[in-house]
Every structure is written in C-alpha cells, then in structure tokens.
C-alpha cells in the first residue's frame, strides 16, 4: 500500500544552525505503572515538540518525525496530497539531491521508511547510534527547505498514479475493506473521501499547491520529533537544538471537523470487484470517542473477537463454519488502535465460500455479538484478553528497530500532548470490567451502527451500491 520500504548504509554529514532553549524534563510517568519508559519532552520556540527516551539496550537509535497532516484532514480539494508528499520528501532538500536522503541512511547502514495514515505522514530512520546527527541534520535539511520543483512534481503524480492502479485498481481485493470501510461507514467528507486521492485531482496539483501545502503543514509547529535509543537525552537535545532551532513556524490553519453523527440505521452497500476470486464480507461498527473507558473496552473486545484460533469469530466462522480460513480485524483499519485520532470503525472481515450467502453468515455474525449484548463476560474471559493485549503491546514495542516505541510516543505526543500516556495503557486495560464490556457491546455493537460491506466477484454490477 501506501509503504515505501528502503534499506541503507553510511556518511557523515553535519550541519550547524542556532539554537534555542528548552523546557525542563518532564516528570517520570506514573510510580506504579508497569511500563516506566523514560521520557523527556519538550516543545522548543518554533514549536517543534522533541521526544527523547533511552534504551542502551541496543546500539542503535530510531530517529521519526510525524507531521501532523494525513489522509482525512487533508483539505478538500487536494486529495492525494497528504500521500503525494509521502513521496516528495524524497525527492532532494537544500543540500541532499534526489534520492540522497535514501542512500545517506542506507550507506551508514540503516533503515528507514515513510508512511501515510488517517492523521499523519511518519518518517524514519533507524541507525547505529554514532549516526544521529546525520539523521537529524538531514531530517531538519527537508523540512527547512524541500525540492519542490515540477520536474520532481510531474514524476511523482506518475508515481503515486501508477500505485493507485497497481495497488488498488488492478488488485482483485484493492480497497477491500481499508478503502471502503471508510467511503461507506462514515458521513463526514474528512472521514470518507478517496484517501489515494482521485486521479483527476493529482493530475491537476500545481506546483503552487504544492508548495503551499509544504509550508503549512511540514512547519516545526505541526511536527513532533523522536528520538529513542541508546542516545544521550541532554547531547541530543543539543543537536535537535542546532539543526532544528532556526526552522521558521508556520501559521497553522484551524482543527477540521472530523466528527460523525450518531448512526441510527444499518448500511448494507454491495460492490464488484471483477477480478476478486471469492466474495468477502465486512463488517464494521463506529468506535467509542478515543481514550473513553468503552475505547479500551473495545480493545479488550477485540482480543475476544479476533485474536487467535481461540477467538469467538475464528471458532464460529473458521472451525465450527468452515466458510473461511481466517479472520481478520481490529480497532484501526490502517494501523492499531493507538496510532489514530478521532473517529474510527472497528471492523471484521473475511474472504468466504461462495456457496453461503451474506445472509447466512450475518446469521452467525450476530449470534457471536448478540451473546456479548446479553450476557456478562466472565473475569476469566477479560484475564484472557488482557493476557493477549499485553502480549501484543510488548511485541509492539519489543521489536530491536523500537519503532513500535517511536511510533506511540509520537502519535501520542502529536494528539494529546502525552507522551507518558504509554506508560499508562496498561492501567486503562486494567479498569475494563465485565459490567463495561456489557454496555460496551450494548452500544457500540448494535446492528444499527454497523456497515455490512458485501463484496461479490460478479462481472457486472454498480460499484457501491447501497442499499
């Protein structure tokens, strides 16, 4: 999808700009927390927020910058952009040319990657730990001044078109459901649009437009940088100060409304997708407001729901069924349930045997939902989804790039200016009780506020129909 994954190596490359100061560190999270991360933040005069935690457990050091611009706060008449600068950054700075940002990582034998999601576009490197300056120093190169020419303009509306087409419009499941979940769920433009951004859109972007929406959106001030690793808080600290410092801010416009009505009625939509070997199935349902006790219900849910061969979807639909082989799922349609703000829709799906029909399986859908709308969980139940959860959140942020770490200090930095909230999460899951899952389920599970998306492998047929 939207990934671009590079691999690189080594250079050495400094720069040297003003500094400013800084705020002091921020208290330690929370003294019973069973996660203790350091943390140190800090917002700097241009508005750029800096995350710094240590890890001397490996010699290396994830260095991530997230703008706070991603699919479905991007303005209305430039869909695309948000991902079509995915691909810009890459393109050469003031002092790195096309595709030197690339070889400068992998030449000092690093990784690094790019992304665009629901409410950000993420870059970053992960380095030996000598290196991260170089990676600061080029980080602040392309945000101080990007190569925005037409040349670089005209390539990559080429290439992002060209993605489009080969991972969505010639794909038998292209869209299915992270594309469509949304375009069909939801009310707002902001949460529905077409995230790729349509084709006659990118083809009409200026190069004004595109310079105007660097210097909004890639300001310091709409930025938080990260830096996790075996570094020095304080040697670091200078460095961010000298390369970053002297990056003008930007007049930021205002919050959108990304907000959705209640939903008091079911949507059934049918769409074709000819070259789809099997019909498939979603199912989705409106999220609690984020970081609401029903959010981290839902959390817990969800490990029930879908996590692992003992989940209740997996036993119904994959072993007691035989319709599909598998089950997929979850809080975040493009990511997991941390690294997003504001609405979302939670969401089942599966690729199932033609010979039943949407009816049927619909049939044991709710019987599976219907039991957590009537009857209590047990303790027993809630230990065993609490058992999974941590187990997916250390995996998480156990991974040896500790992008797991980078990625949850930035977006909660970025959306609730909390970094030591991932100190936190586990004490949230903690507070979920059988009585919550109960009116949890009542609520957020109810048939009318849900989105039943039918995919059939027709060769004819509207694309989207509701009904």
Same mark, same amino acid.
Not at 138 to 151: F, N, P, S, V
Not at 357 to 370: F, N
């Given at each position: 999808m939207l990934r671009t994954v590079l691999l690189v190596s080594l250079a050495l490359l400094l720069g040297a700009c003003a500094s400013t100061d800084t705020a002091p560190p921020a208290p330690a999270a929370a003294a019973d927390s069973a996660l203790a991360l350091p943390i140190y933040?800090?917002?700097?005069?241009?508005?750029l927020r800096v995350v710094v935690s240590e890890d001397h457990s490996v010699p290396t050091a994830t260095v991530a910058v997230y703008y706070n611009i991603g699919f479905r706060i991007e303005p209305r008449n430039r869909t695309g952009f948000a991902h079509?600068?995915?691909?810009? /950054?890459?393109? =050469? +700075? #003031?002092?790195?040319?096309?595709?030197?940002? !690339?070889?400068?990582?992998?030449?000092? =034998?690093? $990784?690094l990657n790019g992304s665009t999601r629901f409410d950000f576009t993420n870059y970053y490197e992960v380095v030996p730990s000598?290196?991260?300056?170089?990676?600061?120093?080029?980080?602040?190169?392309? /945000?101080? =001044?990007?190569?925005?020419?037409?040349?670089?303009l005209t390539n990559q509306q080429g290439v992002v078109k060209n993605e489009v087409k080969v991972n969505v419009l010639n794909q038998p499941y292209g869209g299915f459901p992270w594309l469509d979940v949304p375009a069909h769920a939801n009310e707002n433009w902001y949460n529905n649009h077409n995230f790729y951004g349509d084709l006659e859109d990118l083809d009409s972007a200026t190069l004004e437009d595109v310079q105007d929406f660097f210097d909004t959106y890639y300001a310091p001030n709409n930025a938080v940088l990260v830096v996790v690793g075996d570094v020095d808080t304080e040697r670091?600290?200078? /460095?961010?100060?000298?390369?970053? =410092?002297?990056? #003008?801010?930007?007049?930021?416009?205002? @919050?959108?409304?990304?907000s959705e009505p209640r939903q008091n009625k079911e949507k059934r939509v049918t769409k074709v997708y000819?070259?789809? @070997?099997?019909?498939?199935?979603?199912?989705?349902?409106?999220?609690?407001?984020?970081?609401?006790?029903e959010y981290y219900a /839902?959390?817990?849910i969800t490990q029930m729901l879908l996590s692992g061969k003992d989940s209740r979807f997996y036993k119904k639909l994959v072993k007691e069924a035989g319709i599909t082989s598998s089950v997929g799922g979850g809080v975040n349609l493009i990511g997991n349930m941390y690294n997003y703000n504001g609405p979302m829709n939670w969401h089942m799906s !599966?690729?199932?045997? @033609?010979? $039943?029909?949407? *009816?049927?399986?619909?049939?044991?859908? *709710?019987?599976? !939902?219907?039991?957590?709308?009537?009857n209590k969980v047990s303790r027993d139940d809630i230990e065993l989804a609490r058992t999974k959860m941590r187990s997916s959140f250390y995996g998480l942020l156990g991974s040896s790039t500790k992008f797991g770490v980078?990625?949850?200090?930035?977006?909660?930095?970025?959306?609730?200016?909390?970094?030591?909230?991932?100190?936190?999460?586990?004490?949230?899951? *903690?507070?979920?009780?059988?009585?919550? !899952?109960?009116?949890?389920?009542? #609520?957020?599970?109810?048939? +009318?506020?849900?989105?039943?998306? *039918?995919?059939?492998?027709? #060769?004819?047929g509207s694309q989207g129909a509701a009904q």
């Open positions: 933040y800090t917002t700097m005069d241009n508005g079509l600068f995915e691909h810009m /950054m890459f393109q =050469g +700075s #003031e002092n790195l040319g096309k595709m030197e940002f !690339i070889n400068l990582v992998q030449s000092n =034998g690093g $990784v000598n290196k991260v300056e170089t990676m600061l120093w080029a980080e602040a190169d392309r /945000m101080r =001044g990007l190569a925005i020419t037409q040349e670089n670091v600290m200078d /460095m961010v100060k000298q390369h970053f =410092g002297d990056i #003008e801010p930007a007049e930021l416009p205002p @919050p959108v409304d990304i000819p070259k789809a @070997p099997q019909p498939a199935l979603a199912v989705s349902y409106h999220m609690p407001e984020r970081n609401s006790p /839902m959390g817990i !599966i690729i199932h045997d @033609p010979r $039943v029909t949407t *009816d049927e399986i619909m049939l044991m859908i *709710d019987e599976v !939902i219907d039991d957590l709308r009537v980078a990625d949850l200090l930035a977006c909660f930095t970025l959306f609730d200016n909390d970094p030591w909230r991932i100190n936190r999460l586990e004490q949230e899951f *903690d507070a979920v009780t059988p009585e919550l !899952i109960l009116t949890t389920a009542q #609520e957020y599970l109810r048939p +009318s506020n849900r989105l039943v998306l *039918d995919v059939t492998n027709g #060769e004819d």
